[in-house]
């Protein structure tokens, strides 16, 4: 969290952070697969792409976040692991106006998580569908930003 790292049990956000209270910022989902950080290039850069687009004055480099990312895997000995990388606007007061937050917030989690199949599924394969049901309209919504709203 904005630099340190903090056992579970230790993390807090204040109260006052505009991601909390007001859904100002985005986030990333990833997934590391043995050892791996899947697609991380590509995550981070829809991350800052989001974090453009909100405005969120971020002095952490690309570099930086892809490292912060990595080292969060290393220092927490997981290779299958999901992590949850926000970036919120920080800490504020109760007022909706963006300035009175002077620096943002980042905070990155991670937790190990088991291969989603078997041996047996990885060999053989298994079945699958695709649903016909639509959720959002192409035009209607980006999914170049992951909003915390």
Known sequence: MDGEYH???????????HGFLYGDGVFEGI????GTVFRLKE???RLYEG???TRINLQLTKEQMTN?????????NLTDAYIRVIVS??????????????KPSVVIMAEPVAPA?????????????????RRDRVDGTSHELKSLN
């Open 51 to 53: 974090i453009k687009v």
């Open 89 to 102: 606007r920080g800490r504020g007061n109760l007022g909706l106006d963006p300035r009175s937050c002077p």
């Open 117 to 133: 199949h078997g041996k047996e599924a990885r060999e053989k394969g298994i079945t699958a569908i695709i649903s016909g049901y």
């Open 68 to 76: 912060a990312i990595v080292d969060t895997l290393r220092k927490n």
């Open 7 to 17: 056992p579970k049990s230790e993390a807090t956000v204040s109260v006052y952070d």
């Open 43 to 45: 995550h981070i850069r």
């Open 31 to 34: 997934r590391a697969y043995n």
